[in-house]
């Protein structure tokens, strides 16, 4: 079974317009991490944010915000105002610490597309 | 700067040829971990070392060899049993514990001639 899941493949949305990323994730851990990373054209893998399993406050910075809700295992993404420069394709990831070492499970990625 | 570097940028294999991947990074991470991108499936765990001189399968490592000699350095070797080696190829690393992301490098495109 999927331990992270995008369900949103791709996503076009005009400039200057909200979009939200929905990221959903299972763990039977009461302790892990939640990551969301930006991959541009360019093919690298950006890391944008991490949140604990314990934490459950919003975050903003700047365009970007979380909303984090254990209650529905979700890991939410919103841009704000949206760019041209937001078009890239977002993962969500989860860190769960193993006996074996630990390992991320990176959901199959959102190709979000910025029209100007 | 920091970082990890990965060479080359593009490469091309024959028909059972082994290719190799480099992977360094002066971040001085414990962890380094290979993994595979295709369209559409996300990223798929090839290899990870958590220390020099160990590593472990991931969830796709048939047809892959990884060596880990030197705790800057993560080489992958695409063998010929890969059939379908075709890919994006990230190679990432970390501090080595579960509360840290992992650092990425840019990635090599890997083609079938």
């Known amino acids: 079974a999927q331990k992270v899941t995008q369900a949103q493949t791709e996503i076009s949305v005009v400039e200057k317009e909200d979009v939200t990323l929905d990221c959903v994730y299972e763990?039977?851990?009461?302790?892990?991490?939640l990551f969301w990373y930006k991959q541009p054209p360019s093919g690298e893998l950006v890391f944008l944010i991490r949140?604990?399993?314990?934490?459950?406050q919003n975050e903003i910075s700047g365009r970007y915000s979380w909303n984090f809700q254990k209650s529905t295992s979700s890991f939410n993404f919103t841009i704000t105002a949206s760019q041209v420069v937001d078009s890239a394709v977002y993962f969500c990831?989860?860190?769960?610490?193993?006996?074996?070492?630990?390992?991320?499970?990176f959901g199959t990625g959102t190709s979000l597309t910025v029209i100007p | 700067d920091g970082g990890i570097t990965q060479s080359p940028k593009y490469l091309f294999r024959k028909e059972g040829q082994n290719v190799t991947l480099s992977c360094e990074q002066n971040?001085?991470?414990?962890?380094m971990y290979w993994y595979r991108q295709d369209p559409g499936q996300g990223l798929r765990l090839i290899y990870y070392?958590?220390?020099?001189?160990?590593?472990q399968k991931g969830d796709i490592a048939e047809g892959y060899s990884v060596s880990r000699e030197k705790k800057e350095s993560f080489p992958l070797t695409v063998t010929s049993a890969q059939k379908n080696p075709t890919a994006f190829y990230l190679c990432?690393?970390?501090?080595?514990?579960?509360?840290?992301?992992?650092?990425f490098g840019d990635g090599t495109r890997l083609s079938i001639l």
């Open positions: 990831a989860l860190s769960e610490a193993k006996d074996t070492g630990n390992q991320f499970y």
């Open positions: 949140r604990n399993s314990f934490d459950e």
């Open positions: 971040l001085n991470h414990d962890a």
């Open positions: 990432a690393s970390s501090p080595g514990t579960f509360n840290q992301p992992q650092h």
């Open positions: 070392s958590q220390i020099v001189n160990d590593f």
């Open positions: 763990t039977r851990d009461t302790t892990y991490y």
